[in-house]
């Protein structure tokens, strides 16, 4: 089980596929990465973009490639040294195209006589399987039959033997599915999905036999030596995540991470068998560091002089959790209801509320997490983890914590979007030197060979438009005169648009630039629409969705606007470029397998899914290495030669305005944290007290063990010194 020194995350799809990965393994390898680590590629339904909707797990997807591709791959990296990582997907697969989707055509087809019924978690004692499908419940007068099989449009449906006959609404009233307005997916749906998206029906891998028959193929290629590593997604929607990693394990004894989102403060269960998480909370503690929390009380002002809400952003979470429980997810609530209908859909609406983490995870851990969200009530049967109802809280909770907070709060609230990701905590504002340490410190003790990361193909922003965000909070005076200067020039643009989206888009741009109209447009659409205040996604405000797009476009071509946002650009430029390559430095640093998303080793401003999924040119430049690219070919490269040298932690004190610490007895590394700080000559007298003598790496200088601060990093994000 060897665990990677690094990983690069490649998004495989149609348009950049495992063979289009073959030639950019040298390039990759000479970045000094040790393992590729490879989006699903089981198949998916036809059109997938990200491989996550599976249909099929005993293929490997053919527009990406195939089998052969993965093979070809695997021989490729292996010959220049690396490994391969593959992230799957237990949870759920998709239903999107019925016929696609041989388990569930059967299903079907056959309802719970079906062999396959026990792979999905359908709740049969509800009535029939519904699909919500349908413009509307009228349209069952649209149905048509056609062979065996019913037809709604373009959408192919399976009829039961012997249901044929009569009027097709006679032959769908025979079956074991009932077609339905697609609405009535948040309050009617009768099987378990992933979130809100009914296209992604739960599975249940608790079930050894559908366990067996959904990782043959994985298990398979760690066997044969293709796939190095695993990455689980979304353990929280299993009903034993620690059973089910300690199935994979017997099985597949490698090294193996899960996309799991702890909370600040919360840990992983030490029993489970994986080497940790994927590294959300690494990206917190990376970016809270470079924010100055002094900035926040000009920040909350001038957030609710835009409109936003002074309540704190734990009362938004609550609040939108209730919503959530209410409205999208109404169906969860509802079957949990008929499991405990003496407790009531009320109250179990009220705990999933107050849950303060995704789940907890009964018995081996959790339950002071669930004491909390209980506030003294008593409901045994929610922490004895053989009851089914306990198992299915567990199950929901993590649905109503994302959707609550990733997918509408996060969206409410822009004191400071930096603070705006997932796993971290916009109420906390920074994440301070002793945090830090205590942190790393826990890492290097109990998770040494976790994942970690600063952007992901789910990042809200990546790390480079945070690093540029978390100036607000070191600068707020600046960005204060800045806010008015947008305000005067997007005024003639506005029309209906709210005042705190308006708002949101002056920060999107700070932390981007002027990138293409369409890709802010699409931004800003998703993000108001998840806010569901003045449109959302079920029922949208055409009239505000359309000025919303006119207000982008309009500033975008407004030589006022942008010329305010050039001055800000041009007046936090050299922080900026500091805080990008400081906060790259210490992720790459900090204990733990740094993992680069792709094209991170390189300037990388993107939004959201799909802004951050685009396809990235691994074409090989001709001349000098950016900055970035640079430090992470040093660090890396160091990492991969010298793995003795990050086996250890011990804090440094340097100040307020950065961050250092040993790794060894002979490598010491200083990021700076403060970049506008030093501005101002922040370090002043501040030195390192190490003895002997030293070379930094990054620039080659030779140092003293006894050195000024303000002297030894002048220009640069930090040092990373070895011992002579």
């Known amino acids: 089980m060897r665990a990677p020194t690094s990983t690069y995350r490649l998004q495989i799809t149609p348009t950049f596929t495992l063979d289009d990965a073959c030639g950019a393994v040298p390039v990759l390898a000479g970045l000094g990465v040790s393992h590729l680590y490879l989006s699903p590629l089981l198949q998916a339904a036809s059109g997938s973009t990200h491989g996550y909707d599976v249909v099929d797990h005993g293929r490997i997807d053919a527009a990406r490639g195939g ?42 087809r056959l309802g719970r006589t079906s062999p396959y019924a026990r792979w999905f978690d359908i709740d049969w004692d509800a009535g029939p399987l519904l699909l919500p499908i349908l413009g509307s419940d009228d349209d069952v007068a649209k149905l048509s039959v056609a062979g065996d099989e019913l037809r709604y449009y373009e959408h192919r449906f399976p009829c039961a033997p012997g249901s044929l006959g009569g009027t097709a609404q006679e032959v769908h009233a025979r079956q074991a599915y009932r077609l339905v307005d697609w609405r009535r997916g948040s309050a009617d749906l009768t099987y378990r999905r992933f979130f809100d998206v009914t296209d992604l029906a739960g599975l249940r891998v608790e079930d050894d036999a559908v366990f067996d028959a959904t990782h043959a193929l994985v298990i398979d290629l760690v066997r044969d030596g293709v796939i190095d590593g695993l990455r689980i997604d979304h353990p929280d929607g299993l009903a034993d995540p620690g059973g089910y990693l300690a199935r994979l394990r017997e099985r597949a004894p490698v090294w193996t991470v899960v996309e799991k989102i702890l909370e600040p403060g919360e840990v992983l269960p030490d029993t489970w068998p994986c080497a940790g998480t994927t590294g959300y909370d690494a990206a917190r503690l990376v970016t809270g560091s470079f924010v100055d929390p002094s900035g926040r009380p000009a920040l909350e002002r001038l957030w609710q002089e835009h409109g936003g809400t002074n309540a704190a952003f734990g009362e938004l979470v609550l609040e939108a959790k209730a919503a959530v429980t209410q409205q999208v997810l109404a169906a969860e609530v509802a079957r949990l209801d008929r499991l405990a209908p003496d407790v009531g859909a009320a109250t179990l609406a009220d705990v999933l509320a ?34 089914p109802l306990c198992v299915r809280f567990q199950q929901t909770s993590g649905m109503v914590m994302a959707k609550g907070v990733e997918d509408t709060a996060f969206y409410r609230y822009h004191v400071l979007d930096a603070l705006n990701e997932v796993g971290s905590d916009p109420g906390a504002f920074g994440v301070s030197a002793a945090e830090w340490h205590h942190e790393c410190l826990r890492l290097e003790r109990d998770w040494p060979e976790t994942m970690t990361l600063l952007s992901t193909h789910d990042s809200k922003r990546s790390e480079d438009v945070r690093a540029r965000l978390v100036l607000l909070s070191q600068d707020p005076d600046r960005w204060e005169r800045a806010v008015r200067a947008l305000d005067a020039a997007a005024a003639p643009h506005v029309r209906s648009v709210a005042p705190e989206d308006v708002y949101l888009l002056h920060q999107t741009l700070c932390g981007t630039g002027p990138i293409a109209a369409e890709r802010v447009g699409d931004y800003m659409r998703k993000a108001t629409r998840e806010a569901k205040r003045h449109t959302s996604w079920l029922d949208p405000d055409e009239a505000y969705d359309a000025d919303l797009q006119s207000l982008v476009q309009g500033v975008l071509a407004d030589g006022a606007y942008l ?20 906060q790259k430095l210490l992720q790459l640093s900090m204990p733990g397998v740094p993992d680069l998303y792709q094209g991170s080793e390189r300037e990388l401003l993107t939004l959201v899914d799909p802004d951050n999924r685009r396809d990235v040119d691994f074409t090989p430049l001709g001349g000098p290495d950016s900055p970035k690219t640079a430090l992470v070919r040093t660090v890396l490269g160091l990492r991969r030669d010298r793995p003795d040298l990050f086996r250890d932690y011990a804090p440094i004190d340097v100040g307020p305005h950065a961050l250092a610490f040993h790794r060894s007895d002979t490598l010491v590394v200083v990021a700076v944290t403060r970049a506008m700080d030093l501005q101002r000559n922040g370090f002043g007298d501040v030195a390192l007290d190490l003895g002997g003598r030293w070379t930094d790496v990054l620039t080659g200088r030779p140092l003293p063990g006894d050195v000024r601060l303000a002297d030894a990093v002048p220009d640069g994000p930090g040092l990373v010194l070895m011992r002579h």
């Not at 695997?74 to 195209?97: F, K």
């Not at 959790?366 to 004895?384: H, M, N, V």
């Not at 800000?568 to 922080?575: E, F, K, T, Y």
């Open 354 to 387: 107050r849950f303060p983490v995704y789940r907890s995870y009964l018995p081996e851990f959790g339950r002071a997490y669930l004491d909390e969200a209980l506030a003294g009530r008593s409901i045994p049967r929610l922490t004895d983890a053989a009851d």
């Open 563 to 582: 010329s305010a946002l050039a001055d800000l650009h041009r007046d936090w430029d050299r922080p900026w470029r500091r805080t990008v390559l400081a």
């Open 67 to 108: 089998i052969e591709g993965l093979r070809r791959l695997a021989d490729t990296a292996h010959d220049h040294g690396l490994g391969l990582v593959l992230d799957i997907v237990p949870n759920h697969m998709s239903v999107r195209v019925p016929h696609q989707n041989a388990a569930w055509w059967d299903v079907l």
